[in-house]
């Protein structure tokens, strides 16, 4: 009895450990992964700048218009985005292409 009472209480807080967290992200700042309806400009879905190219939920996508490299307000971090969709883009990027 005892052993069996102790399995499950050893089931029960792995399952609440596995459990995943409740994401508090609620601004652009801090960006890793997509965001919807939290990116400025209007764009659907947003990332950050990763050395040429926009970095979207770990993956980076080519600028199609801007530079992540070069202009003011460009470089690694500078938030870049799409009115498109994810795997298409175009993307924005901040600086002057």
Do not use: Q
């Not at 190219?53 to 218009?65: E, F, I």
């Not at 971090?77 to 901040?94: M, N, R």
Request: proline content about 4%; glycine content about 16%.
């Amino acid at each position: 009895m005892k052993f069996s009472a102790s399995v499950l209480t050893l089931l029960l807080a792995a399952f609440v450990a596995a459990a995943p967290a409740e994401s508090t992200a609620s601004s652009v700042e801090g960006v890793d992964s997509t965001e919807i309806g939290n990116c400025p400009n209007g764009w659907d879905f947003c990332g950050k700048c990763n050395g040429t190219s926009c970095k979207v939920a770990g993956l980076n996508y080519r600028c199609s218009s801007g530079s992540c490299t070069k202009g003011s307000g460009a470089g690694d971090g500078a938030i870049c985005g799409t009115h498109g969709s994810l795997a298409d883009g175009p993307y924005e990027c901040p600086g002057r292409g």
